[in-house]
């Protein structure tokens, strides 16, 4: 018997900027819903138990309890846990800066929490977009963010809602926006998108550096389009099982029968590793992945 897949994508609609996380016993989708910028004025959350059967959870944020947003743009959320508390970086309103928000729970609903930006500078002229927290195995969070070519990390205060010491430049060649962290044998594997989003040059690439703030040398590609599949595959997360060493990546593609540059969609594939600990090419499907009860 064939095992049950989620296909891809993995569930309706038009949503894009995935990021992938397991809290809590169940796995979270948190996306872009990817339409107009004036439409782009909340942020709902997706839930699994097995990685196939996904369900809306509903909203998690909406920007008109973020009045110093400017009601548009609810672009790429990123959600780190701590000490039983949730918090939600994204970026708000096309460059009007990162904010964050907190709640007790990873479905919701957050709280915007400084009543203004955690960020709002250009610091290293990288737009204050695309925000991604990593927490490292000593418990320090880190946040990496940036677009316009620039990407910038910056440490997290203990309490996940204030920035501490310096913002580092740490680009890498081809980078664009969308940076994502994960470290595997002590290895920090830096990731970002690179091309444009809306044709078919956008992508994955990475990098590998023993520290956090790099030097991070661009290695190869981890995802891009296939002729045969879908276009625009970029701007993604990973996801480890705690425990092995089993990745899975989420990512938003344009189906080859869209044109418009709105129409994206989040599937999941399968990721892996050689030996020396390289990044091997993802393949995009249509299958999807295997499910993966917990």
């Given at each position: 018997?064939?095992?049950?897949?989620?296909?891809?994508?993995?569930?309706?609609g038009w949503w894009a900027d995935p990021e992938l996380h397991l809290f809590a016993g169940r796995y979270y989708i948190y996306p872009t819903f990817?339409?107009?910028?004036?439409?782009?004025?909340?942020?709902?959350?997706?839930?699994?138990s097995d990685l196939v059967h996904w369900r809306n959870d509903g909203r998690i944020l909406d920007f008109a309890d973020v009045p110093w947003s400017t009601n548009r743009a609810a672009w790429a959320p990123s959600v780190a846990e701590k000490d039983g508390k949730y918090y939600i970086y994204f970026s708000a309103g096309d460059g009007a800066g990162i904010g964050v928000a907190v709640s007790d729970r990873?479905?919701?609903?957050?709280?915007?929490?400084?009543?203004?930006?955690?960020?709002?500078?250009?610091?290293?002229?990288?737009?204050?977009?695309?925000?991604?927290?990593?927490?490292?195995?000593?418990?320090?969070?880190?946040?990496?963010?940036?677009?316009?070519?620039?990407?910038?990390?910056?440490k997290l205060g203990a309490d996940m809602i204030s920035t501490e010491g310096e913002f580092l430049e740490i680009t890498p060649e081809n980078y664009v926006e969308g940076p994502f962290m994960v470290k595997r044998n002590g290895e920090y594997v830096f990731m970002w998108s690179e091309g444009s989003w809306g044709d078919?040059?956008?992508?994955?690439?990475?990098?590998?550096?023993?520290?956090?703030?790099?030097?991070?040398?661009?290695?190869?590609?981890v995802?891009?389009?296939?002729?045969?599949?879908?276009?625009s595959a970029g701007h993604h997360s990973v996801l480890q099982i705690p425990g092995t060493d089993e990745w899975y990546i989420c990512y938003h593609r344009r189906p080859l029968t869209e044109t418009a540059r709105d129409h994206r969609v989040t599937c999941i594939d399968r990721m892996f590793f050689d030996e020396d600990g390289r990044i091997l090419p993802v393949q995009i499907t249509f299958e999807g992945v295997e499910a993966r009860p917990l």
């Open positions: 018997m064939e095992p049950t897949r989620a296909g891809n994508p993995v569930f309706e990817s339409a107009l910028y004036e439409e782009q004025t909340f942020f709902d959350v997706w839930s699994s990873p479905e919701g609903p957050f709280v915007d929490a400084l009543g203004g930006p955690l960020i709002k500078e250009y610091h290293h002229g990288a737009q204050p977009i695309d925000a991604h927290a990593f927490i490292d195995d000593d418990g320090q969070a880190y946040l990496y963010y940036g677009g316009w070519k620039h990407a910038v990390v910056v078919s040059s956008y992508s994955v690439a990475y990098a590998r550096s023993r520290s956090p703030y790099g030097p991070f040398v661009r290695e190869g590609m995802l891009q389009s296939d002729q045969a599949v879908a276009t």
